[in-house]
């Protein structure tokens, strides 16, 4: 607690319901002026030098201030506000209270701005072409894995077609032969 002889803001010069940022600069001021090393020798401007420093000490910290406000029986600091100030018309409530906003206008386009639509819509058309392509060549990759002709039992081929059962496969294509069967015995 302070003691009851300090008036904190009459020491500093500023009114109580003056902000943090008023404080700081009052406080400043003063220390710049008040200084010991500005005023060697007076003792007077170092006391009150003291003082100011204390006064500062206490309104400076936000906390400390609050305490020392309700200690005293002041107003303390301004309050903060939030949100919009009042329209000044309080006795009509609904739609009417408050004025239509009006919507603004476009902004004109400029060269810079169509430019930089056009540098969008390029880079949209990259892109979907890039898609397309990779789509494309993915789909290509499936049907040709799908397609493949892999090593083909005899039960899957039908009997009588090239490559099947019953045909051979010559330097001219595909012939009709016969399989003979060996049986060891």
Not at 48 to 56: E, G, I, Q
């Amino acid at each position: 607690m302070e003691p009851p002889d300090l008036d904190a803001y009459a020491t500093l010069g500023v009114d109580e319901r003056a902000s943090a940022e008023e404080i700081r600069r009052a406080y400043r001021r003063l220390a710049r002026a008040l200084h010991p090393d500005a005023n060697p020798g007076d003792a007077a401007a170092a006391e009150r030098f003291r003082r100011v420093a204390r006064a500062y000490g206490v309104l400076g910290d936000p906390l400390r201030r609050l305490r020392y406000d309700r200690a005293r029986g002041g107003a303390g600091p301004r309050a903060a506000r939030y949100g919009p100030p009042p329209s000044g018309n309080t006795v009509v409530r609904g739609p009417r209270a408050h004025p239509a906003h009006r919507s603004r206008p476009a902004a004109p386009p400029t060269p810079r701005r169509d430019r930089d639509e056009w540098r969008f819509l390029a880079g949209v058309a990259r892109w979907a072409a890039v898609a397309v392509v990779s789509t494309l060549l993915a789909l290509a990759i499936v049907a040709a894995v799908l397609s493949a002709e892999g090593p083909r039992s005899p039960v899957d081929d039908p009997v009588g077609s090239p490559g099947g059962t019953g045909f051979c496969r010559t330097v001219d294509g595909w012939v009709a032969c016969r399989l003979v069967e060996v049986r060891g015995g």
